[in-house]
Nanobody
Framework: QVQLVESGGGLVQPGGSLRLSCAASGFSRSAMGWYRQAPGKERELVAS???????YYVDSVKGRFTISRDNAKNTVYLQMNSLKPEDTAVYHC??????????????WGQGTQVTVSS
């Protein structure tokens, strides 16, 4: 059974940084992605990383966010720098390369709340 546990969120001022972690288990090594859902909005793909380390970012986070993975720990990270209020959302991880969030591979975990506010 696939399990995804996100952590690392919090309250940060604009311009600040956070590092999110996603501990994954229950499946073979796979591409992974980070998603976010802001209040009143649909969940969107933020970044994705392949098993070879190829990466994809949505335009709004390019140059500010970095996705990475530690295969030995089955963990995927999202380093978020220069955070903006519009980055405020619940962040989730899931399995697969650039998967449509309307059709996730696995059930969504509890996510981790990121709030960017002064």
């Amino acid at each position: 059974q696939v399990q995804l546990v996100e952590s690392g969120g919090g309250l940060v001022q604009p311009g600040g940084s956070l590092r999110l972690s996603c501990a994954a288990s229950g499946f073979s090594r796979s591409a992974m992605g980070w998603y976010r859902q802001a209040p009143g909005k649909e969940r969107e793909l933020v970044a994705s990383i392949s098993i070879f380390g190829n990466t994809y970012y949505v335009d709004s986070v390019k140059g500010r966010f970095t996705i990475s993975r530690d295969n030995a720990k089955n963990t995927v990270y999202l380093q978020m720098n220069s955070l903006k209020p519009e980055d405020t959302a619940v962040y989730h991880c899931n399995v697969g390369w650039k998967i449509n969030p309307a059709n996730p591979f696995a059930s969504w975990g509890q996510g981790t709340q990121v709030t960017v506010s002064s």
